[in-house]
């Protein structure tokens, strides 16, 4: 841990210690920082026999990015962030890195939210995880290293990153479209990637001005 850079570091800390919190606080946490739908508000149960009533508010769409369902959604993505963030923290610099992130998991929250309201309006359930930044961070990975390799966990051979991430991206669009895997936001992770790879071609252009 002492190994990594400090932002990659310090959102690893953060996750986890959100995630000890929801233990402690059950659904409190979610029923307050996880993304709600933008249409209305519903009663949720707290499960201690409380109830509460809950509605999309400004705070969750960075705040989601900090609660998880359970320990194999936390271990996935934090696994993933261990393993990609550092190089590209290393590339980017420690506050372009922490903007892109959080551009990232803005835009994975602009296109859940974008998904329930036009093709799921009568669905009203919370979103959550770092998912849409780790996404985000995995596409500038493929892009900052073209020619690293990566092996998937359910492909152990070593691939190349763009082949892997675009795979991968190609992989959510499908389960998306076709509703498999219920419960995953799959236009989230894309709208992520999205978000990221539109940074970091504004960045390169703006790089490419200044250099003519």
Known sequence: MQNL????????IANVIVFLLQQVAGDWL??????????GSRLFDLG????????????QLVSYGFLHGGFPHIAFN???????????????????YTFFYFVCVFGAALAQLATIHYFKPSDFYPTLGASGGVFGIMLAYAMIYPSARIIMIFFPVPIPAPVAVIGYMALELVLG???????VAHFA???GAAAG???LRHWRAQALRRRG
Do not use: S
């Open 5 to 12: 850079p400090p932002v990659t570091r310090a959102l690893l």
């Open 30 to 39: 979610i029923a307050h920082f996880a993304l709600w739908p933008v249409d």
């Open 48 to 59: 201690n026999g409380g109830v509460l009533r809950v509605a999309f508010e400004p705070w």
């Open 78 to 96: 934090m696994l993933a962030l261990w393993m990609f963030g550092a190089p590209v923290e290393q590339a980017l610099g420690g506050k372009r």
């Open 177 to 183: 479209i076709t509703g498999t895997q219920e419960g």
């Open 189 to 191: 992770h894309l709208g």
């Open 197 to 199: 790879f539109v940074l």
